[in-house]
T-cell receptor, first 115, second 114 residues
Framework: GAGVSQTPSNKVTEKGKYVELRCDPI?????LYWYRQSLGQGPEFLIY????????DSGLPNDRFFAVRPEGSVSTLKIQRTERGDSAVYLC?????????????FGQGTRLTVV | AQKVTQAQTEISVVEKEDVTLDCVYE???????LFWYKQPPSGELVFLIR??????QNEISGRYSWNFQKSTSSFNFTITASQVVDSAVYFC???????????FGGGTRLMVKP
């Protein structure tokens, strides 16, 4: 597809379970970002990849959160032992390079609900 | 640390009115970028504009215009002759000098009534 694709679009899971959220960036985009948007708030930065490596993971809230991008394209955000406070929309974005003069394109997000 | 403040959480206007969405930012970087995004009910963030910190020229695109005032650290967004389709949440965001992190404001929900 032409845009950033995130799957699943919705995920309901029980407290304590493990979840994986997938992001397919735009082909050729080397920079990939994960953000979390809680209800009624702006997106908050979680982690940034340049190629395969996590260049900045300072936004990950704790060690239950982990993300990978093994081949420099698709990325997976992994959440262990989910808690109700993890419920939010998880947004992925990609851009051609890591500079301000290139636009970051966002996916439609994965709405995670922990019950 | 960076911070973006959108003081208006919700604005309601009648179609054809002009409306201005405020954005104030804080950063220690001398070089940075400012953005506005639109988030319709579908949830996807739609890019509207990007402004480099060195370019204080105001910009107009159709019914949209942006006023960047570095002296007051503000980057306000005006919609002229608003339409119902403009109803959405609008986010102002600041990209740090390293280019790896967007800091978003809390958003302004705009409701345009027919």
């Amino acid at each position: 597809g032409a845009g950033v694709s995130q799957t699943p679009s919705n995920k309901v899971t029980e407290k304590g379970k493990y979840v994986e959220l997938r992001c397919d960036p735009i082909s050729g985009h080397t920079a990939l970002y994960w953000y979390r948007q809680s209800l009624g708030q702006g997106p908050e930065f979680l982690i940034y990849f340049q190629g395969t490596g996590a260049a900045d993971d300072s936004g990950l809230p704790n060690d239950r959160f982990f993300a990978v991008r093994p081949e420099g394209s698709v990325s997976t955000l992994k959440i262990q032992r989910t808690e109700r406070g993890d419920s939010a929309v998880y947004l992925c974005a990609s851009s051609l390079t890591m500079t301000g003069d290139t636009e970051a394109f966002f996916g439609q997000g994965t709405r995670l609900t922990v019950v | 640390a960076q911070k973006v403040t959108q003081a208006q959480t919700e604005i309601s206007v009648v179609e054809k009115e002009d409306v201005t969405l405020d954005c104030v930012y804080e950063t220690r970087d001398t070089t940075y970028y400012l953005f506005w995004y639109k988030q319709p009910p579908s949830g996807e963030l739609v890019f509207l504009i990007r402004r480099n910190s060195f370019d204080e020229q105001n910009e107009i695109s159709g019914r949209y215009s942006w006023n960047f005032q570095k002296s007051t650290s503000s980057f306000n967004f005006t919609i002229t002759a608003s339409q119902v389709v403009d109803s959405a949440v609008y986010f102002c965001a600041l990209l740090n000098n390293a280019g790896n992190m967007l800091t978003f404001g809390g958003g302004t929900r705009l409701m345009v009534k027919p």
